[in-house]
């Protein structure tokens, strides 16, 4: 059996073990161990790997900003920073036709920069947009569809976990990944808020207008926000910021991990200054931290574990290596990847639809011509792959941030919110298209602060 061969029979296996509804970060180990027992012949290889592997992988230093970030989440949401940042937004945009769901795209963007988590923007904008809007008259529909497709912005908006996680795999630097995601963040709230404008218009029934705010009270419930404005603008500011004008070239205040420390103490500080954040609160928010990081890095060991297993059978090389001999065009091998990433984003959730690609997928492109350099190549596939994996969260029938927002209104039929969130797929897959065809619109911040 040829290393490609059995690296495609494990993959199988694999997969049919997470549609028998293993947990995926258990199918990848059991693929790799008995991959890798098969193809050296003895437990002893697997098991002295598994000795060594735990260790390398966890005490890698830049893993740390993971439930450091993580932490921050959950402070915000405990600290009532969701439910400022919703009502500036409606102030703002309320009296538009619409306006409450443009001011709820907004909101998540918000609390998705001080966030970092997909899962968490959807569910606790949702509980604060929601009743606003099924209050105004919008329809479940519209209501449902804007909120899962807003909450996708949590993993693109910097912080974002999995972009830390990407970066790590990859062998980027991580701040150039957040930089990367800035624009391509800021054009997806864009055209949510556009798809939201053209939606009712197309259905004038589906929303109404709210009472115009007079100018004052609206600047007040924005300088309300100024917890969320101080936090990101310090963490994110701090990582890339020049801030030693005697020395040449940039000179960041924190490191990736340090911006992550000062972005959950500030946070968690202002919940207890403002009294939004007790000791309960505070325990809670660190075992759920603590739940949601042994998760994740149970996935991460079962990649590494798989990724091990790959590289024996030299799999990801001989792809790369067939790719090249068949002369397909570059643009049609990362069309055929990102079909493949809408598929698996029926069935997967993000983070393991990253982990379990990355390390067939990456090679292949990095040995494809898409006139970049090797480095720029990584950012900007890492950036359009997480788009995707963005558009399979909202991706009917398992989309994880439909079944989020289900939960949060179970008396509205899942139907309806597969009905209310096609356009919104719809403007990410355009989205995707641009981002495709002008790299340059990704790397442009990457450039001007690098």
Request: hydrophobic share 55%; with cysteine.
């Amino acid at each position: 059996m040829t290393g490609l061969t059995l690296a495609l029979t494990g993959f199988v296996l694999m997969l049919g073990g997470i549609f028998l509804r293993v947990p995926i970060a258990l199918a990848m180990a059991l693929t790799g161990f008995f991959g890798t027992w098969y193809v050296l012949g003895t437990p002893n290889a697997p098991m002295a790997q598994m000795k060594t592997l735990t260790y390398e992988t966890f005490s890698n230093q830049g893993l740390s900003i993971v439930p450091l970030f993580l932490l921050m989440g959950q402070f915000a949401t405990r600290t009532g920073m969701s439910s400022a940042l919703f009502r500036a937004a409606s102030d703002w945009l309320g009296h538009r036709k619409g306006g409450v769901a443009m001011a709820s795209v907004g909101a998540c963007a918000g609390f998705g920069a001080i966030c970092g988590s997909s899962l968490a923007t959807a569910s606790t904008m949702g509980q604060v947009a929601l009743p606003e809007m099924r209050k105004r008259g919008y329809s479940d529909s519209l209501s449902t569809g804007v909120l899962a497709a807003g909450g996708t912005l949590g993993i693109l908006i910097p912080p974002s976990v999995i972009l830390v996680i990407y970066a790590i795999m990859a062998e980027q630097n991580i701040v150039k990944m957040f930089m990367a995601a800035m624009v391509p963040g800021i054009l997806a709230a864009l055209g949510y808020i556009l798809t939201v404008a053209i939606y009712v218009r197309v259905r004038p029934n589906s929303a109404t207008t709210a009472e115009r705010i007079p100018m004052r009270d609206r600047f007040k419930t924005f300088f309300a926000t100024w917890p969320v404005i101080m936090i990101f603008g310090l963490t994110m500011g701090g990582i890339v910021g020049d801030w030693n004008w005697a020395k040449p070239g940039p000179q960041a205040l924190f490191t990736p991990n340090e911006a992550a420390a000062f972005g959950a103490t500030a946070t968690a500080l202002y919940g207890i200054v403002v009294g939004r954040l007790n000791l309960h609160g505070f325990i809670q928010a660190i075992l759920e931290t603590a739940k949601a990081t042994a998760m994740i890095f149970f996935i991460l060991l079962g990649a590494e574990i798989l990724k091990g297993f790959l590289a024996l059978t030299r799999a990801p090389d001989m792809l790369a290596e067939w790719v090249l001999a068949a002369n397909f065009a570059p643009i049609t091998v990362l069309v055929v990847m990102l079909i493949a990433y809408l598929v698996f984003g029926c069935v997967m959730d993000s983070l393991s639809m990253i982990l379990l690609t990355i390390p067939i997928f990456l090679p292949v492109i990095e040995v494809l011509d898409f006139g970049m350099s090797a480095e720029d190549t990584a950012i900007w596939f890492g950036i359009i792959a997480l788009i995707v994996v963005e558009v399979g969260l909202i991706t009917p029938p398992v989309g994880m941030n439909l079944f989020i927002i289900n939960g949060v209104a179970r008396d509205i039929p899942i139907s309806k919110t597969y009905a209310g969130v096609a356009p919104f797929v719809l403007s990410d897959l355009i989205r995707v298209v641009i981002l495709v065809s002008f790299p340059a619109i990704t790397l442009w911040l990457v450039g001007v602060m690098f």
